[in-house]
């Protein structure tokens, strides 16, 4: 009798610490995609942000079109662009297009005393720091649920259901200096 | 473990070292002149920092409880009430600091002169505020303008998610960017590691002690002649009036070390946020050499701040009585975290 009641005790305990293993890899899986989530939100800010810059930039850059063609043919393509490495590949790219247009600002007095580039242009810095944070943020989610997929005894779990490593968002490597977009 | 208090910032070394691990301040010898050339701190990251800042604040909290526990021990037995003491002061000791644990805040903004500040009036605080969330997950806390030239900054509020943060116009106007990002991540770095919780449960003990010392050694007096034949023999009567001295004191050292340490920690939060140490030591350079006072600020707020407004302080600004770690120390730990 004394043995049986131990032996139920020892599976509840068994089975509860199962449901909590599983649930807390549910509730991980789901802070990592609500994280990328975050990300998108971020680079539609920015993607948005996009035509207004151009369309006060335009008239000042005569010789520079160029330039500008380049930042709204990167944010086509960021538009386009599907799964964590495309995007991280499309965002790469537009960062840098919209580095050189700010290099190319620099050059033009009367555009840099302008009231709206410079509110633009704290706009824009402000979006290039919140996509950095929320990749970083997404980044150290998927560290950590990773993690848990590959300790022990987690792991067992993990696998039986199915639960899959996610993927970090890589930062390109032309994209690894700092964003420069002080025009002060 | 042999641990050796430094006579400029209070820091607790851990090996028997010559100078402090700290402030870098030599730790025995005044003589031989000027000391020498530090040398290098160590390379630190902000995780052990963390760790560190987080294991000592509560390795001085449990100092705290044996303190508080040894003061109503004693004032319990001198008065004769025993145990009890030890409840009484406690429950008189928490009126206070939860009153001030829940409307603190609205007095603190209050007394400060400080202004809710809407979206569209400071885009770049808005802005770096809410940056700053994405990187920590925490709620946008309310933001406060304070119209004063000297830079300064300090948060409150008793959860994240009733935080709220105050600047200086003299903070949005003198620092750049990076040097804003970097204060203002440091104060919710107090928001996260929920320091306004903290500094309760540090008031509520301060004011225990204060309390059971003073009330123990009363009734002793008032009590003395008829209890003369009592158990309470001249020990007692001895230790009930050294505590009575001495604890009180000793709870404001325990007080202002924990504060001390939970400074360092938010600095060293403010880092995993922004992963950028430069911003926020520059930003600390630029504060303290700011000849500008703040009129708002006093002894009784002087805490909160990222740099201690108080500008009076002179010598013994590293002294065991101060809220803040040396400046130039931050910095160092911040260097070393580059």
């Known amino acids: ?184 | 473990m042999p641990r050796v208090a430094c006579p400029t910032c209070g820091y607790h070394n851990s090996a028997p070292a010559a100078v402090c691990e700290l402030c870098r301040s030599p730790l025995r010898g005044e003589g031989s002149g000027a000391p020498a050339a530090p040398p290098p701190r160590a390379r630190r990251d902000f995780y052990s920092e963390q760790v560190a800042n987080s294991r000592d604040s509560w390795v001085l909290m449990a100092a705290f409880v044996v303190l508080v526990v040894a003061v109503a021990w004693v004032a319990g037995e001198a008065s004769g009430l025993g145990p009890a003491g030890l409840l009484f002061g406690v429950a008189f000791g928490s009126i206070g600091s939860l009153l001030a644990y829940y409307a603190g805040d609205r007095m603190v903004l209050a007394a400060s002169g400080a202004v809710e500040a809407a979206p569209g009036r400071e885009p770049v605080l808005h802005n770096i505020v809410e940056e700053l969330c994405l990187a920590s997950g925490l709620p946008k806390p309310r933001l406060h303008v304070i119209e004063a030239v000297a830079p300064n900054a300090f948060a409150t509020g008793r959860s994240p998610a009733h935080a709220s943060v105050a600047v200086t116009r003299g903070l949005l106007q003198k620092l750049s960017r990076d040097e804003l990002q970097g204060v203002l991540a440091h104060e919710l770095g107090h928001v996260r590691n929920l320091d306004m919780r903290f500094a309760t449960l540090v008031g509520i003990l301060v004011g225990t002690v204060a309390l059971l010392s003073d009330w123990g050694w009363r009734s002793r007096r008032f009590r003395g002649a008829r209890r003369s034949s009592g158990r309470a023999g001249g020990g007692l009567v001895l230790l009930a009036l050294l505590l009575a001295i001495f604890a009180p004191l000793a709870s404001r050292l325990i007080q202002m070390a924990i504060s001390r340490r939970r400074e360092l920690l938010a600095d060293a939060s403010a880092v995993e946020l922004t992963r950028n140490p430069g911003g926020l030591a520059a930003a600390l350079r630029r504060i303290a050499a700011d000849p500008a006072g703040l009129e708002v600020a006093n002894r009784a707020t002087q805490h909160l701040y990222i740099v201690n407004p108080v500008k009076a302080f002179g010598m013994d600004s590293g002294a065991l009585f101060s809220t803040h770690p040396p400046i130039e120390a931050r910095i160092r730990i911040l260097e070393s975290m580059m």
Not at chain 1, 22 to 29: I, K
Not at chain 1, 87 to 96: D, F, K, M, V
Not at chain 1, 171 to 176: D, G, K, L, M
């Open chain 1, 1 to 184: 009798m004394a043995a049986l009641i131990i032996l139920l005790v020892l599976l509840a305990v068994f089975a509860l610490s199962l449901v909590g293993i599983y649930n807390g890899l549910v509730t991980l899986r789901n802070q990592v995609r609500n994280a990328w989530q975050q990300i998108g939100v971020q680079l539609k800010r920015r993607h948005d942000l996009i035509p207004n810059l151009v369309e006060v930039v335009k008239d000042y850059m005569g010789y520079e079109q160029e330039t500008l063609e380049k930042v709204i043919r990167a944010r086509n393509q960021a538009l386009s662009a599907t799964g964590v490495q495309g995007t991280a590949a499309a965002e790469g790219a537009l960062t840098g297009a919209l580095r050189s247009l700010f290099a190319v600002v620099e050059a033009y007095p009367q555009l840099k005393a302008n009231e709206n580039v410079a509110r633009l242009q704290e706009e824009l810095t402000s979006t290039e720091n919140r996509i950095a944070f929320s990749r970083q943020f997404y980044n150290d989610m998927v560290m950590r649920y990773n993690t848990r997929l590959q300790v022990f005894p987690s792991n067992l779990i993990a696998s039986f259901f199915g639960f899959k490593d996610e993927a970090y968002f890589e930062i390109p490597a032309a994209e690894q200096e700092p964003v420069k977009v002080d025009l002060r």
